[in-house]
């Protein structure tokens, strides 16, 4: 599995950004699809992640300003990000569990947003 995230780039605070990502290869064996991010200095968090049924979970720190979804005939993960904060900048990375078990993962390359006025 590959993933291609794109979408990333400055908005000023309260702003809005939408972050897509690609899969493509053995895409039939995803079970959960996701974004982290990691902001300089700390570690990488789960940001919201979407499972092949469409369940969704969030970190509180976006709970109800993101919303993830899905695409299933397009192998498409969105991340609709709204009432950014300066907190929010970080590299975004897109995420995939794929396999029996969700065995394998995989990590596409990150896209960066910037919160900043």
């Known amino acids: 599995v590959q993933l291609q995230a794109s979408g990333g780039g400055l908005v000023q605070p309260g702003g809005s950004l939408r972050l897509s990502c690609t899969a493509s290869?053995?895409?039939?064996?995803?079970?959960?699809l996701g974004w982290y991010r990691q902001a300089p200095g700390k570690q990488r968090e789960l940001v919201a992640d979407?499972?092949?049924?469409?369940?969704?979970n969030y970190a509180d720190s976006v709970n109800g300003r993101f919303t993830i979804s899905r695409d299933y005939t397009e192998n498409r993960v969105y991340l609709q990000m709204n009432s950014l904060k300066p907190e929010d900048t970080a590299v975004y990375y897109c995420h995939a569990y794929a396999g029996l078990g969700s065995t394998y993962e995989f990590w596409g390359q990150g896209t960066l947003v910037t919160v900043s006025s």
């Open positions: 290869g053995s895409t039939y064996s995803i079970n959960l």
């Open positions: 979407i499972n092949d049924v469409g369940s969704t």
